[in-house]
């Protein structure tokens, strides 16, 4: 069946490290992902994103990574701030133009000044 | 710019009441979805709307439902609340090609 995964539940990193979390999706129909931040309290907030055709897509700190071998996506964000402690979902889209995301449960970020 | 709004932030209800939550989308977003998530998870989809017209439906049961305005705001109804119903009721907004869709804060609705 269809579904995203998290390896890892929790994450804790040192400020001014790097980070890298991950997510598996088993869909190989999948062709666009979406990285979401969410703070206590709030919506999740939109990263980066990256379509099927591409490896790998960057912004202000944020690298993602695709692996269509594997079906694995990961989320590395550099020099990690106080500010970056959230909760982070990836989510799959597999219907181009329709907004039907499958999210995963969720990594907890934890930054340790 | 404002961001996806959405009414109320905070709502409670008993078991069998009916509840309606609203929410404004980005300027120039054409489409609107909703997503529930219960504490802990991941959000789910419930319902796309795009020009007016539903373009998807999670699985659901019919007590929900939600339309789309002219202006493109959103309702969500729940009818006949369960306990379970308790969650984070979230609308998000895109342009409509099913790309980077942006979240409001989001409605917590708690059933007693």
């Known amino acids: 069946g269809e579904s995203v995964g998290l390896h890892l539940p929790t994450l804790s990193v040192q400020e001014g490290d790097n980070s890298i979390i991950n997510c598996a999706y088993s869909n190989s129909a999948s062709d666009y992902f979406i990285w979401y931040k969410q703070e206590s309290g709030k919506g999740p907030q939109f990263i980066i994103d990256i379509r099927s055709n591409m490896d790998k897509r960057q912004g202000q700190r944020v690298t993602v990574l695709l692996n269509k071998t594997v079906k694995h996506l990961s989320l590395q964000i550099a020099a990690t701030q106080p500010g970056d402690s959230a909760v982070y979902f990836c989510?799959?889209?597999?219907?181009?133009?329709?907004?039907?995301?499958?999210f995963g449960t969720g990594t907890r970020l934890t930054i340790i000044p | 710019d404002a961001g996806v709004t959405q009414s109320p932030t905070h709502l409670i209800k008993t078991r069998g009441q009916q509840v309606t939550l609203r929410c404004s989308p980005i300027s120039g977003h054409k489409s609107v979805s909703w997503y529930q998530q219960v504490l802990g998870q991941g959000p789910q989809f419930i319902f796309q709307y795009y020009e007016k017209e539903e373009r998807g439906r999670g699985n659901f049961p019919d007590r929900f439902s939600a339309r789309q305005f002219p202006n493109y705001s959103s309702e969500l109804n729940v009818n006949a609340l369960l306990l379970g119903d308790s969650a984070l009721y979230l609308c998000?907004?895109?342009?409509?090609?099913?790309?980077?869709?942006?979240f409001g804060s989001g409605t917590q609705l708690s059933v007693l």
């Open positions: 998000a907004s895109s342009p409509g090609g099913g790309e980077k869709l942006f």
């Open positions: 989510a799959e889209n597999n219907a181009f133009g329709n907004e039907k995301l499958t």
